[in-house]
């Protein structure tokens, strides 16, 4: 009801203008203890998936607290767990802006932020210290400047980094906009990363006593072989989840919007279908690999429809700046698990 009138101020800034106040706003409310209150009653709808205990499958998606700087806000809006992030090794400013574009009668983004963040030891202190009870995934990437063939170098180092601070970490390797980031999905090239990444996994579980689950992110845009080709590399070699999936470069739906020729990833309503579509084969590829389901979910029905296909947990993104904060209790009161 209050973002009903909120949102109209907000979506008068550009995006990351409001992006900027709305997380100002989260963070004052948060502190005073407000936030509660936009969230309503939150059920328990408790999940294990990957070995974590989860209070109820709905996630936000990586992308919105890229730096960790809103754990607190976040978890009153009564997620069930929050992926920060991507985080690169060193810090980068991302794509010169402006860089993020509402397409407001499609309920959908276009972004090449590129991955902007501070940088993977920025966010260690406030991920060491938090407090927050849900569980907190760190997704990683690569650096713009790593060139493509160095890019394990990239999630081997960050990977490093966050594993003591982790609850789960994401390989992201379908974000558009890091040049060639998405050739890393090829079957071959993915299954060499992910041998790569579980081996440090395991070295790293053996000396810190903790084995902290790998979960790698896909895109929507593969054709149906390679999919399951790429799927398959994955899982062979011992991924613990896949999430499915980032944002697309398809146009279809919104051709003729005037921001519809940005270059970027399109996120929201328009993702819904194909994001549908690329979940329901790769929950069959994966077999027994959990799956966590994200694209496009602007409602309830679209988040139980996702777990009906059969992912374990779903991320919610850009639903969330269309329907406001409330969305986050609305889907959990409104799914079965
Ligand atoms: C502005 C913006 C920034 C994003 N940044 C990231 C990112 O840093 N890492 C990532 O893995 N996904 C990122 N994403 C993708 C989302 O996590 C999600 O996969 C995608 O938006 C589809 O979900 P949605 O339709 O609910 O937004 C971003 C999405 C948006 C809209």
Redesign the pocket.
Known sequence: MLYSLARPILFCADPETAHHLAFVALDTQAKLGLVRAWAGVVPKKPVHVMGIDFPNPIGL????D?NAEHLDGLAQLGFGFI?V??LTPQPQPGNPQPR?FRLVEHEA?I?R?G?NNRGVADALPRLTARSVKVPVGV?I?KNAVTPIERATDDYLSALRSVYAVADYI?V?I??PNTKNLRDLQASKAVAKLVKTLVKERDLLAKSRGRRVPLSV?IAPDLNDDDLIDTVHAICANGADAI?S???TLSRSGVESHPHAHEMG?L??AP?TLR?DHVLERVVKAAESVPVIG????MRVEDAQRKLDLGAKLV?????MLYRGPGFVGELVRGIRV
């Open positions: 998606a990586a992308g919105l890229k992926e992030g991507t993020m983004l972004n932020l991955f997704n990437g994401t992201n379908s974000s992110k999430i999936s980032n944002t990833g996120s929201g993702l994001a994200v694209g496009g979910i991320q919610i993104y850009t639903g």
